[in-house]
């Protein structure tokens, strides 16, 4: 069974500062992909990066990028210059294969970002 | 830029009373999901659905729950008689293999809450 851990139940730092959220996964496959989603307050399910496994560069999106190590199944996402608006409960997702496949998720992590 | 929207937003119902959430996924998308999160908890998955049949449900998804793609765009899930435990955030999600593929985009979610 693929499973999903963070090992991070909550994180706080200062506005403007750089956090790095921990997620590891287990999995036997080689095709598969992963996800970071953003849930604020409003409790909406937000996506915020993604990763195809079998690229080896780190996926980045402007503020947010990721550390992917495949042999060691991490992916851990970086949020620079973190903004009040960064805070949320963010999920680390995992996917195999292409179509209609079921996202698993990791038990979230709570971030608050302080002013 | 499109987004998924859910129906309502908010559901209150009695317990043993059957519930329909509405959902209208990304116009293009082929792929849809249903999942939920019991406040507190992870997201889980309930059930996926492609070319008008379930292509995977999970042990949540018992008889009481199925799913129906009625027309065009809408894309329901019912409950047939609610329990307790079935108070959560239900989310749907949709995905399209010729876009960006293999993200799934979630609604806003709608909130129920069984009494």
């Known amino acids: 069974a693929q499973t999903v851990t963070q090992s991070q139940p909550e994180m706080s730092v200062q506005e403007a500062e750089t956090v790095t959220l921990s997620c590891t996964y287990d999995?036997?496959?080689?095709?598969?992909?992963l996800f970071w989603y953003k849930q604020p307050p409003s409790r909406q399910m937000i996506l915020v990066i993604r990763q195809e496994a079998y690229k080896q560069q780190n996926a980045t999106e402007n503020r947010f990028s990721v550390n992917f190590q495949k042999a060691a199944k991490s992916f851990s996402l970086k949020i620079s210059d973190s903004q009040l608006g960064d805070t949320a409960m963010y999920f680390c997702?995992?996917?195999?294969?292409?179509?209609?496949?079921?996202?698993?998720f990791g038990q979230g992590t709570r971030l608050t970002i302080n002013p | 830029e499109p987004e998924v929207t859910q129906t309502p937003s908010h559901q209150v119902t009695q317990m043993g009373q059957e519930v329909i959430l509405r959902c209208v996924p990304i116009?293009?998308?082929?792929?849809f999901y249903w999942y939920r999160q019991i406040l507190g908890q992870k997201v889980e998955f309930l059930v996926s659905f492609y070319n008008n049949e379930i292509s995977e449900k999970s042990e949540i998804f018992d008889d009481q729950f199925s799913v129906e793609r009625p027309d065009g765009s809408n894309f329901t899930l019912k409950i047939r008689s609610t329990k307790l435990e079935d108070s959560a955030m239900y989310f749907c999600a949709s995905s399209d293999l010729a876009g960006i593929q293999e993200t799934q985009y979630f609604g806003p979610g709608t909130r129920l809450l069984v009494l």
């Open positions: 997702a995992f996917m195999i294969g292409q179509g209609a496949q079921k996202l698993v």
């Open positions: 999995t036997s496959e080689n095709n598969y992909y």
């Open positions: 116009s293009n998308h082929l792929y």
